[in-house]
C-alpha cells in the first residue's frame, strides 16, 4: 500500500505540521495514524487544508490536556509534559506522509474511527461542533522517526492558531536550511543513513492492516 518516503536529492521538508505533543507521541508509537483536523482560529475562515505530502511533525504543549485523550493512554501525558523543550526551542522527532485526505461530515463515521487514534469522544464532538459549516478532515498517515532528534530554535512567526510552519529543513544533516545556498549535495554516508532513517514506525503487515480497516470506514 504504501512506499518509504522519497526525498528530492537535497534531503528537504520544508514544512511541519502542528500537533499537540501527545498526539505525536501516539503517532510516533504507531498508537494513532489518523489526524483529526478542522483548522485553527487562524484557518476560520478556509477550515483546514492539506497542501504537503509530507511534513514534520511539530509537538505543541498549548491546549492540549489529559481531560480530551482516551483514558488508555492518558496516562502518557505526564510524562510528556516532563519532556518539555528549554524555553525558546522545540524539538522534532518525527515526520509523515499522507496516505489519504478525505472530509468527513458524519459524526457517527468519525465515531467509528476511535481506536485509530487517542481523542476522546467528547474532544471529537467539541471539534466536530466547531466552525459547523467546515468538514472534519481527517487524514491517514504513514509516520517515520528520525535517527536522531532535531532541536530547533523557535521563531515569533511560528506562535498563534496555525497548522502549517515554514521550516526547511535537512533531514540527514540534521541542519536547518536557510536558504539554498546552504543546500550540499547527498553524498554516499547521506544515503546509508537515509536508507536507515525511512523505516517506518508500524512494519508494512501491520499498517496495511490498519488502514484497509481506516478506509473501509471512510466509504461508508
Not at 150 to 175: A, H, M, Q
Not at 181 to 201: L, S
Amino acid at each position: 500500500m504504501d512506499n518509504a518516503l522519497s526525498l528530492t536529492n537535497t534531503d528537504r521538508i520544508s514544512v511541519a505540521l502542528k500537533e499537540w505533543a501527545i498526539v505525536c507521541k501516539a503517532l510516533e508509537e504507531g498508537r494513532q495514524i489518523l489526524l483529526l483536523r478542522k483548522g485553527g482560529i487562524m484557518e476560520y475562515k478556509k477550515g483546514f487544508e492539506i497542501k504537503h505530502e509530507k511534513f514534520l511533525l511539530y509537538p505543541t504543549y498549548e491546549h492540549q490536556s489529559s481531560e480530551l485523550i482516551q483514558a488508555e493512554y492518558a496516562k502518557n501525558f505526564e510524562s510528556v509534559l516532563q519532556n518539555t523543550p528549554e524555553k525558546g526551542t522545540n524539538k522534532i522527532t518525527a515526520y509523515a506522509r499522507v496516505i489519504e485526505v478525505r472530509e468527513i461530515n458524519d459524526l457517527k463515521i468519525l465515531q467509528k474511527l476511535t481506536r485509530y487514534h487517542i481523542w476522546n469522544d467528547s474532544y471529537v464532538k467539541a471539534r466536530m461542533s466547531y466552525n459547523p459549516k467546515k468538514p472534519m478532515t481527517v487524514l491517514l498517515l504513514r509516520v517515520y522517526k528520525v535517527p536522531k532528534s532535531i532541536v530547533i530554535n523557535t521563531r515569533p512567526e511560528w506562535d498563534g492558531c496555525k497548522s502549517w510552519l515554514l521550516i526547511g529543513f535537512n533531514l540527514y544533516d540534521n541542519t536547518t536550511i536557510e536558504d539554498k545556498e546552504q543546500m550540499q549535495p547527498i553524498n554516499q554516508n547521506h544515503r546509508n543513513q537515509k536508507n536507515h532513517m525511512d523505516k517506518p514506525v508500524l512494519d508494512d503487515a501491520k499498517f496495511n492492516l490498519l488502514a484497509s480497516e481506516v478506509l473501509e470506514i471512510l466509504r461508508q
